[in-house]
Every structure is written in structure tokens, then in C-alpha cells.
């Protein structure tokens, strides 16, 4: 047993001084598991994603183009979770993001026909591939705000502070401070 804890938390200084090659840590206590995943493309640099203090983090936080994503003091996002930004999430204090929860402040493709066709023609790694071509808007997550597991947060929307999003819902519009929503796309079903 005492091997077995030798070699997790190695594996975990490893993690931590890898991670922290590609992010900004402010503050202290910052809990950065084996799993966690920085990805940074087109010209994002690890000023744009910015962890407060006694962030815990699982998920995987990508910013393409400058995209910014700041978590507030006592945050925490869960396993499988990933953020993807070309423009910016912020995430309020003491929210706390469950597993498997995709957060994306843009559609991932155009919406032209023309342009998807045109796309699928350039490489993987290619310019006509990234976000910046899609539409895109800001989120901004409260505080002390509990996102479900398997809920899906799409761009331009705001999550009032104290709200809950009841797990597998799919947020498209704004959510006022201290409700529970819920459904695909979520709707109010309590004022808490």
C-alpha cells in the first residue's frame, strides 16, 4: 500500500508541474488530478486560462484563438468534463461542475454549408478547422452554482449565482439566480 501511494503521488507532482507549464495558477492550493488536460491552439498562451485559488480540476480546459476561462476561488470541475473556449467562461466561487459536462461558448462549425464542405477538405491540424470560424459567445457561471452530470452549457449564456442544472440538461438560454432547471433544452422547474 505505502508503494502504491509513493507511486500516485509521484505520478501526481508529475501531472501537476505539466499542467502548470500551460495554465495560471493564482493563489494556493490548487488541485490538479492525473487525468487533467490543458490544450492550447492557435495562439492561446496559458494567460488565458487562469485558476483562482482551491480549484480542483479533472476535466479538460481548451482555448483556441485567445479564448479565455477563469475559475473562481473554490471550483471544481468533474471527470470526462471538458470547456472549450475562442472567447471566454467564467466560472463564478464555490460552483462546483460534475462529471461528463461539456461547457462551449461557440458551435464548433459554420454554419454555412459551403464552409463545412470547404473545411472537411483541410488537413486535421488546419486554420479552416478552428472555432474562430463559427459563431461564438461568452458564458458566464455564477457562484455556488451546481452544473449536473451530463449537462451541456452552450455559448452566450449567463447561470444566475445559487442555481442548479439538474444532470443531462442542455442549457440554450439564461438561467435567473436561485432556480433549478432541467430538460433538453432546460427549462425552470423551482425557484430554490
Known amino acids: 500500500m505505502l508503494i502504491k501511494n509513493l507511486i500516485l503521488s509521484f505520478k501526481k507532482k508529475v501531472q501537476n508541474y505539466k499542467l502548470k507549464r500551460f495554465l495560471t495558477l493564482e493563489g494556493r492550493d490548487h488541485n490538479l488530478q492525473i ?13 488565458d486560462i487562469l485558476l483562482r485559488n482551491n480549484v480542483t480540476l479533472y476535466g479538460t480546459l481548451s482555448s483556441q484563438t485567445g479564448g479565455k476561462i477563469i475559475f473562481g476561488n473554490n471550483t471544481r470541475l ?9 472567447n471566454s467562461v467564467q466560472i463564478g466561487d464555490y460552483t462546483a461542475i460534475a462529471d ?26 488546419g486554420d ?14 455564477g457562484e455556488n452554482v451546481w452544473v449536473g452530470e451530463k449537462s451541456r452549457i452552450q455559448k452566450g449564456v449567463s447561470i444566475g449565482d445559487n442555481s442548479i442544472i439538474a444532470a443531462g440538461s442542455i442549457v440554450t438560454k439564461n438561467v435567473p439566480p436561485n432556480t433549478i432547471v432541467a430538460g433538453i433544452p432546460a427549462k425552470i422547474i423551482k425557484e430554490i
Open 78 to 86: 468533474g471527470r470526462n468534463s471538458i470547456i472549450k473556449s475562442v
Open 100 to 125: 461528463n459536462v461539456v461547457i462551449t461558448d461557440n458551435n464548433n462549425h459554420p454554419e454555412d454549408p459551403d464552409f463545412r464542405r470547404k473545411m472537411k477538405l483541410d488537413s486535421l491540424g
Open 35 to 47: 487525468g487533467a488536460l490543458v490544450i492550447l491552439a492557435d495562439g492561446s498562451k496559458k494567460t
Open 128 to 141: 479552416m478547422r478552428l472555432w474562430k470560424h463559427s459563431e461564438n459567445a461568452a458564458i458566464i457561471i
